[in-house]
């Protein structure tokens, strides 16, 4: 048995496990469901990416399956799942999309902020493919791309990496020849709120950021899938952790939030009867 996990949203871990499926866990309070398989056939030709997330229009946390279809047409098929309804339904009216997924997104999970879910994908325009953040709003639940950073001089050869959350805020990580530049988009949608946080040389490694350091001062990163490091803002130096061996890291806070929809609407109840007495009292 193992476990891939797809995403973290509000202490809840959504982990791909042999041979169950998928799952929700909370791992403070060790309660976890099975979700039920979808019952439609969605064998796409590219593995499918995943996304999961809090649906704050619905007061719902939904889980969203991509597969992509090269022949006869290329297509996307693409279901969510709903946590009160525990059911997974299709997306339909996707038709004409204009957009691809980037090879390094494929089997990728979608970086979560802002009630959306977003991963790198590319649009074919004028014969040229350009690069793009596409997101996937969770309420919704339709398709739109970000505003991308201004490279500038830099912006013809470089490759993107990933796309990610730092401290509620969406990032790009971006390769030019060996060093790694961080964008950070600062203001959720306007393009000029994106700010090169730092430059980091690796030496070819690949890394992944995953949070920032209580004081702000350091970026903690994951280094060639296996190392975690610290990246010193204010002194521009790497910092390896005495920590090997996770080829897995995601960040997930601790809560009472339940993978059971019902739990949920009574621990909500709850706390509404306590502010209710707090202000009587």
Known sequence: MFDIIIGSCNGLLA????????ILLNPLTK???VLPKFCGDLHGDKPSLHGFGYDVGSDDYKLVRIHVFKSPVYHIEATVYGLKVNLWRRIKNI???P??????????????????????ANQNQDEMINDLI?????????????PMPSFGNEGGGGELSGVYVL??????????????????????GVKDSWSKLFTMNENGYRVIPLAFS??????LFQKNSKDLCWYHLDMHRVESLLVKGPSDVHV??????SPFAESNRSLKKKKTRKRRKGKRN
């Open 15 to 22: 982990l791909k496990n042999y041979p169950k499926g998928i």
């Open 31 to 33: 309660k976890h469901r």
């Open 95 to 97: 038709k004409n999309f």
């Open 99 to 120: 957009y691809s997924w980037a090879d390094h997104s494929y089997g990728g999970n979608g970086a979560f902020v802002n009630g959306a879910l977003h991963w790198l």
């Open 134 to 146: 596409l997101a996937f709003d969770l309420n919704i639940e339709t398709f739109y791309s970000m």
């Open 167 to 188: 401290k509620g805020c969406l990032s790009l990580l971006c390769k030019y020849s060996e060093p790694w530049d961080l964008w950070v988009m600062k203001e959720y």
């Open 214 to 219: 209580s004081r702000g001062d350091k970026v």
């Open 252 to 257: 997930c806070v601790d809560t009472l939030v």
